[in-house]
């Protein structure tokens, strides 16, 4: 344990501190703690009014009762990029709260993804030994397990957010649901497309060691087989050198396909790769859509060469996180389903869906980030 807490402590100097705008707290004897109030967003088109409602339900079922004291910590593999929304959110619900907690990035420990797994396991334990009785943790796959499960069977509540663990013991996980996302995307590259015959590449995952990544893919790939198009998968090949293979192949299917390339499907966030594969080819005509919402998709999608994108809505994610954990406390797990159903997949997880960001409303999407601080 006292190696355990030396790399905590070195990693993040560890401080739990009380967020400062949180509206609820403890009072004097016999009297009820304030009520939980959420601080209002400004209304716009990409607001998740579902989110809000389900949530507002949420905390009107919490006031029911007493409002409590909690300590807990929410544990992410970065804190920058993509997941700056996600600790945006994260930070602004545990505010309004009044809860003791922080958000924390890796340890560092470790080059590889089994490493990394167990340097966030020692951070589970750490934050149990802490005090934590909520944890909300992004982990590094399923490798986390028992650590999740340890920290359940310690009485900490545990919610996934981001990727899951589900072979462990975890309340919920909170995120993008990979199938219904890989549909979603499907459904708005079909509405661009020609009839049928015609040939549609998706560059995606087809390893099924990638659970999520492969069933984006076979969510979007069965919404165009079932439209009778032709489907190539390009399996994603990430870094630089795997960019220059990415555009290569997929140029040599826009030349040579039979029946003719269609349109093009990118389904992670580097999906940018499409559009760069199009102008290879000398055909910028075609639809291409595209996931996430990095700075190099935005690039095209303001030249004209990208349609859509879909973004995967980290903020709600982050934002949600502390709420369960304290409804968990509170009212308890059921309570706490029974309160979140109308965005419950199935029993354990939680969709935050998609915003289908099209070329034309960049700068309004950009906006709607600012204003609720979560711009990456």
Known sequence: MKLIRRRWMAAFGLTLTTAACGTSGTTGAGERASLIKRAPLPENEFTAKEIEATLDNLIAEINKGSIEPM?????LKALGGFFTPITTGANRAMGELGVTGNVVGPSGQGSDQQQRAEAQGEQIQQAVADGAEGIGVSPFGDAIAADIDAAVADGAAVVTLDTDAKDSTRSIYVGTISESAGVTAGQTLLALLPPSPGTVVIHGNADP??????????????????????????????????????????????????????????????????????????????????????PKTVEYMRRGLIE????????????????????????????????????M?????????????RWNKVDQYNAFLDSIGASQ
Not at 71 to 75: G, T
Not at 316 to 342: D, F
């Open 345 to 357: 997949s199935d029993d354990s997880r939680l969709n935050v869906g998609l915003d289908v960001v």
């Open 308 to 343: 859509a994108t879909h973004t995967q809505r980290q903020y709600y994610a982050g934002y949600l996180v502390p709420y369960i954990l304290y409804g968990i406390k509170t009212i308890g797990l059921e309570a706490t389903q029974a309160s979140l159903a109308p965005q």
């Open 209 to 294: 060691s990638w659970v999520d990544g492969l069933n984006r893919m076979l969510g979007a790939r069965g919404v165009l087989e079932e439209a009778d198009y032709t489907v190539v998968v390009r399996q994603i090949a990430w870094g630089p050198a795997g960019q220059v293979d990415d555009i290569e192949w997929m140029k040599a299917q826009i030349e040579t396909a039979d029946p003719p390339v269609v349109g093009l499907l990118g389904l992670h966030d580097i999906s940018y790769r499409c559009a760069m594969a199009t102008e290879a080819a000398g055909a910028p005509e075609l639809p291409v859509v595209a996931f996430d919402f990095d």
């Open 71 to 75: 300590q807990m910590a929410v544990l």
